[in-house]
């Protein structure tokens, strides 16, 4: 009964067009009144204690650090860089968007913001040089996801706060997978081009590939800086969301001088609204997340799976599916903070590696990004692209495939994440 309060208020909130955080805060005050537990100071109380939380300060400097890459001049090099490298291939943009793609994740960590950032850059040049806009779009779109899987990563940082897993091993443990997705979007991308009759940019001598490497090396280091710190005890991933931001705005105010006060002003304005909002969202899912282990209800969940409990791999099948699915109406975050504090308990009774399963987790929510009909980065490359919708999504279909090719792979072989990501670990 309780199981059904929490779920039928949350979704019927939610279907009201309730924003997800009042929403979550709704259902956990039904819950509260149902269990005859109702107290104003008590919600309060959980509301700030859900955001008093260490870890949680990475993330407005994770956001600054990603703001000030984007207008900094960051990644322009980056993109200069790669162009240097691949662009003179058949289908050369594509690759240049791909490895891009991959190396803007390691500063990052926003699939919304490298996929901009991409579109903003990358697809004028696609769309001059003849490549199939809808297809264009769809590789750009793709790519970007790759962010929130690679370190440093925003939802793995909420994903360790909401199941209460290690963030430096999720870091550490993200790694190989996104290089996975990279590799495969390469692959695809190759098939996809070979009846394409595309014009290749000429292959840059060696002076060229060396100033671009030379101007982009600073960019490069903070991935090196970050994941180096972390995985030899240096600094934790909240220290080392400080000295990202840190570096970054010395990199664009003192070497490549990009950024002014008044650009440095609104860049700080941005980062404090976005994180503003995440933080409010989280501090409601952890009034939730209290009232979900209250109430008992991922012992009525387990209830539910218990056959499944004794098959590691069926059970994860089978949560993979139910994410994929709120994945494609909801948006990252929410779906996160929802339903990591309901699955948690009942992946820990199977077994299953606690790191392995958040890392599917983002995984799968990171594919929802780009899936009708919500598709949240989906929609922001058809907005900075100008492209249909609807050719979007034909479009982006052979990417949605491949990672879902690789995800079924994921459950079927954990050992493809675990045992790298161990190595890593040390």
């Known amino acids: 009964m309780t199981l059904a309060i929490f779920l039928g208020v949350l979704i019927g909130s ?3 067009g309730l924003p997800v955080a009042f929403a979550l805060l709704l259902s956990a005050m039904a819950l509260m009144l149902h269990m005859d537990l109702f107290s104003a100071d008590i919600l309060a109380q959980s509301l700030i204690n859900g955001v008093d939380s260490f870890p949680l300060l990475a993330i407005p400097f994770f956001l600054v650090a990603g703001e000030v890459m984007s207008v900094g001049g960051l990644s322009k090099r980056i993109v200069r860089m790669a162009t240097s490298l691949v662009g003179h291939k058949k289908g050369g943009l594509g690759y240049v968007a791909i490895l891009t793609a991959v190396l803007l994740a390691g500063l990052s960590g926003s699939a919304v913001a490298d996929a901009a950032a991409l579109v903003s850059i990358l697809y004028p040049m696609m769309r001059k040089a003849g490549y199939p806009e809808g297809r264009s779009v769809g590789l750009l779109a793709s790519g970007g996801i790759i962010a929130p899987v ?8 909420l994903i360790g706060v909401a199941g209460n897993i290690s963030i430096k091993n999720l870091f550490l443990g993200g790694i190989v ?3 996975i997705m990279g590799g495969t979007l390469m692959l695809v991308w190759s098939v996809l081009m070979r009846k394409e009759d595309l014009e290749t940019m000429p292959r840059a001598d060696k002076a060229e590939r060396r100033q671009a490497l030379r101007d982009g090396f600073w960019a490069l280091l903070l991935p090196v800086i970050i994941i180096g710190g972390i995985r030899f005890g240096i600094f934790t991933p909240t220290e080392a969301a400080v000295v990202a931001a840190v570096y970054a705005i010395f990199i664009s105010t003192v070497i490549y001088r990009e950024m002014s006060l008044r650009l440095m002003f609104k860049v700080l304005i941005r980062a404090g609204r976005s994180t503003a909002m995440v933080m409010f969202l989280v501090g409601c899912a952890m009034v939730a997340a209290w009232l979900i282990t209250v109430a008992q209800l991922p012992q009525q969940l387990a209830g539910m799976l218990g056959p499944l409990i004794d098959n590691p791999r069926v059970l994860m099948a089978v949560i993979m599916i139910l994410v994929l699915l709120v994945g494609m109406v909801m948006d990252l975050s929410p779906t996160i903070l929802i339903l990591v504090p309901l699955l948690m308990p009942v992946v820990k009774m ?7 399963f958040g890392l599917m987790f983002v995984i799968n929510c990171s594919i929802g990004l780009i899936t009708p009909p919500v598709g949240t980065v989906l929609n922001v490359v058809c907005g900075v692209g100008g492209v249909k919708m609807s050719e979007a999504v034909r479009g982006v279909a052979p990417f949605i495939l491949s990672y879902l ?5 994921f459950v079927a072989v954990p050992s493809i994440i675990t045992t790298p ?6």
């Open 150 to 157: 690679i370190p440093p990563s925003l939802p793995l940082i």
């Open 177 to 179: 997978p996104g290089l």
């Open 350 to 356: 199977a077994g299953i590696d606690p790191v392995y």
């Open 421 to 426: 990501m161990k190595w890593f670990i040390g």
């Open 405 to 409: 090719v690789i995800l079924a792979l």
């Open 14 to 16: 939610i279907l009201l």
